[in-house]
């Protein structure tokens, strides 16, 4: 069964960071490329961020470039979102999310990032 857990979210204030993990498990971490996908309170889902199987290719949404970093750990199957200089518009409830053939076809849980005074 494919599992993807994320963590690492909390109340942070603008200006700061935060990293967000996500630990896959039920398929073969390394054969897949991987994302993060946000969804702010009352709006639709944003695609934020992707990483190819290896980590050698990455790719941002426009807003996030400069600010975030996708990465991975293929050895701990763990997928991580390091995000810095963070404003209240990056509040929203992130997933990770596994590529499928032609979508993502698994998702996380979610883990809420609130940015505040």
Avoid: H
Wanted: hydrophobic share 35%; charged share 15%; glycine share 12%.
């Amino acid at each position: 069964e494919v599992q993807l857990v994320e963590s690492g979210g909390g109340l942070v204030q603008p200006g700061g960071s935060l990293r967000l993990s996500c630990a896959a498990s039920g398929f073969t971490f390394d054969d897949y490329g991987m994302s993060w996908v946000r969804q702010a309170p009352a709006k639709g889902l944003e695609w934020v961020s992707a990483i190819n199987w290896n980590g050698g290719m990455t790719y941002y949404a426009e807003s996030m470039k400069g600010r975030f970093t996708i990465s991975r750990d293929n050895a701990k199957n763990t997928l991580y979102l390091q995000m810095n200089s963070l404003k209240s518009e990056d509040t929203a409830v992130y997933y990770c999310a596994k590529r499928g053939l032609s979508s993502l076809d698994y998702w996380g849980q979610g883990t809420q990032v609130t940015v505040s005074s």
